[in-house]
């Protein structure tokens, strides 16, 4: 299963990523569409000049793949991927939707 979590802009792991949501990879690829991802093998820090505000919003989406995970597409190594272009909002309706 791969995960999908939300991420506060900042840096500093405490309240920056939300709970994961788990999906299989070939659920996401098939409801991802053509949406462009971007690979980090760490958990990336997005716009980390500051420390993460625990009040802020959820700006980003990022999935984790993990070991031995079946990987194909896209999704061709364990680790992170940064959706592109992609809200918060849009993926939760994206995952709540069969």
């Known amino acids: 299963m791969a ?11 405490q309240h920056r990523l939300s709970r994961g949501k788990p999906i ?3 659920d996401l690829i098939s409801k991802l569409g053509q949406k ?6 760490a958990a990336p ?15 980003h989406v990022v999935i984790r793949i993990e070991p ?7 999704f061709s190594a364990p680790g992170y991927y940064l959706v592109l272009d992609f809200t918060v909002a ?8 069969p």
């Open 45 to 59: 820090t997005l716009n980390g000049g500051a420390p993460v505000d625990p009040a802020s919003a959820y700006r």
């Open 36 to 41: 462009r991802v971007q690979f980090s093998p």
């Open 3 to 13: 995960q999908v979590f939300y991420v506060r802009d900042g840096h500093g792991e």
């Open 68 to 74: 031995g995970e079946e990987l194909f597409g896209r």
């Open 24 to 26: 299989s990879v070939t």
């Open 90 to 97: 849009d993926c939760a309706k994206m995952l709540s939707n």
